[in-house]
């Protein structure tokens, strides 16, 4: 009997990793899809920790790139945003990304000064849009995408097909 159970457990254990890993290539994926079907250079998926779940005004928050995929015209972050400590406006973007189910478009130009305005400048982003994936007792999950396209419109229909998607990946996230 004890046998038996162990064996259900390793089972049990390949099974999820297998479906982590079709999970991971979906999400490259969907990733992939944003940036080569729009006009958006860089598809990021970040995670904030240390602040506890949702995002909020007063605590300590740091951001990571859990995912990346770009474009030939723009450079990855992944390697040099990793537990990088968000700033107040920071902060406040990621409440209004919660608050705002379907998104939050952000222009360049019209951010308020702050660590992302910095890094998009340094960036040549003109454009910007960030969705909510998931959060957890300990993460936020979110999807920003990125352009350093003139013309700022942005194919909102394909971006969030593909967040609705990854939103269905990220709901058992841990």
């Known amino acids: 009997m004890l046998f038996g159970v162990h064996r259900l457990i390793r089972t049990l254990r390949r099974t999820h990793h297998k479906k982590s890993l079709i999970n991971i290539s979906r999400v490259y994926e969907l990733l992939g899809k944003i940036v080569n079907e729009t006009k958006m250079d860089r598809a990021l998926i970040l995670y904030t920790t240390n602040g506890g779940g949702v995002p909020h005004v007063g605590a300590r928050l740091y951001a990571s790139v859990l995912y990346e995929v770009t474009n030939d015209h723009i450079k990855s ?3 040099e945003f990793n537990r ?3 700033d107040e406006t920071y902060v406040d973007l990621l ?6 189910r379907h998104g939050v478009i952000l222009e360049t130009m019209s951010m308020r000064p702050g660590l992302l305005q910095s890094i998009y400048f340094r960036e040549k982003i003109t454009t910007s849009f960030v969705v909510r994936l998931a959060d957890t007792p300990k993460k936020f999950y979110y ?7 003139k013309d700022k419109t942005i194919d909102l229909a394909t971006i969030r097909l593909a967040a609705n998607e990854l939103k269905r990946i990220f709901k058992y996230a841990r």
């Open 143 to 149: 999807l920003s995408v990125q352009t350093t396209a």
């Open 77 to 79: 972050v992944k390697d």
């Open 84 to 86: 990088v400590e968000v």
């Open 95 to 100: 409440v209004q990304v919660n608050n705002q």
